[in-house]
């Protein structure tokens, strides 16, 4: 069974430039969540999509924005980025109705320049 | 007070020493406690899922949950150098199905030596 995928793998931007991230779930997964690993922090939550739609989000600025598409693959778009931004996305993905067992793909590292 | 606490570590042991990994944390809304694996530069790989206290045990690996204490372990035995990782416990509550995201400790980082 194919594992979550993402990409790019590592991703170079200037300050005020806006990122595009993808993810492609586990073959049967419906959700896709989306996190933030920047150094010091650890992962914090930014996105959940499920069935299409955005269904919560963490404490993160609106400029933290995505979208999930009809074969449930997801994008996350970063608008006026900022040095902080800099960081490792995580995507991960669950089947229906089991949101606690989230398995994450190798993740986008992002950095602002 | 963080929400999940974590001794970053490093932690290092000797091959073939049973390891134990602990997480405390505060809020008692958790109800559902994970552990992830993680190595350098690739994404986190689930290990372990427990829900609400007790013990469950995989291979070498036994996770342990104590909700009165609000505190989990993980324990590795029969350590091995390819354990040499960032171990990462999880958390989320009960309620609202995937809305709280998983609220991560900021992992230990375990070295066994040859």
């Known amino acids: 069974e194919a594992g979550v995928t993402q990409s790019p793998t590592h991703l170079i931007k200037t300050r005020g430039q806006q990122a595009t991230l993808r993810c492609s779930p586990i073959s049967g997964h419906t959700s896709v969540y989306w996190y933030q690993q920047a150094l010091g922090l650890g992962l914090q939550f930014l996105l959940w999509?499920?069935?299409?739609?955005?269904?919560n989000r963490g404490n993160f600025p609106p400029r933290f924005s995505g979208r999930q598409f009809p074969n449930y693959s997801s994008e996350l778009n970063v608008n006026a980025l900022e040095l902080e931004d800099s960081a490792l996305y995580l995507c991960?993905?669950?089947?229906?109705?089991?949101?606690?067992?989230?398995?994450f793909g190798p993740g986008t590292r992002l950095t602002v320049l | 007070q963080k929400e999940v606490e974590q001794d970053p570590g490093p932690l290092s042991v000797p091959e073939g020493a049973i390891v134990s990994l602990n997480c405390t944390y505060s809020n008692s809304a958790f109800q559902y406690f994970m552990w992830y694996r993680q190595y350098s530069r690739k994404g986190p790989e689930l290990l372990m899922y427990t829900y609400s206290s007790g013990n469950k045990e995989d291979g070498r690996f036994t996770a342990q949950v104590d909700k009165s204490s609000k505190y989990i372990s993980l324990f590795i035995r029969d350590s091995q150098p390819s354990d040499s990782a960032t171990y990462l416990c999880a958390m989320k509550g009960g309620s609202g199905g995937g809305a709280d995201g998983l609220t991560f400790g900021k992992g230990t980082h375990l070295i066994i030596q040859p």
């Open positions: 999509y499920d069935e299409g739609e955005e269904r």
């Open positions: 991960a993905s669950s089947y229906p109705s089991s949101y606690n067992e989230q398995f």
